[in-house]
Nanobody
Framework: QVQLVESGGGLVQAGGSLRLSCAAS????????MGWFRQAPGKEREFVAA???????YYADSVKGRFTISRDNAKNTAYLEMNSLKLEDTAVYYC??????????????????WGKGTLVTVSS
């Protein structure tokens, strides 16, 4: 049974930083892609970042240059380093895992498993 558990969310002022973690279990982590998605109040879930098994990284335009996705295969953990946070980054952030990042919203970007999310609130 695949489990993804996010942590590291919280309240931060605009311009600040947070680091999210996603602990994965139940599936071969090193062979899979990992992704971060977010859903703001009243909005649809959107892609934030992904990293393939090879280390290739992909970002939404809205977070490029501010967010960094990484993974530690020895710890079965993925991370999302978020810097220069903006009010519009406020959302529930979800970790996801799948065979490969597809780059397309059709089929959930290739992700098959999802965590329950962690709330990030950016205040002014």
């Amino acid at each position: 049974q695949v489990q993804l558990v996010e942590s590291g969310g919280g309240l931060v002022q605009a311009g600040g930083s947070l680091r999210l973690s996603c602990a994965a279990s139940g599936r071969t982590f090193s062979s899979d892609a990992m992704g971060w998605f977010r859903q703001a109040p009243g909005k649809e879930r959107e892609f934030v970042a992904a990293i393939n098994w090879s280390g290739s990284r992909y970002y939404a335009d809205s977070v490029k240059g501010r967010f960094t996705i990484s993974r530690d295969n020895a710890k079965n953990t993925a991370y999302l380093e978020m810097n220069s946070l903006k009010l519009e980054d406020t959302a529930v952030y979800y970790c996801a895992q799948g065979p490969s990042y597809s780059g397309s919203a059709f089929g959930d970007y290739g992700m098959r498993y999802w965590g329950k999310g962690t709330l990030v609130t950016v205040s002014s």
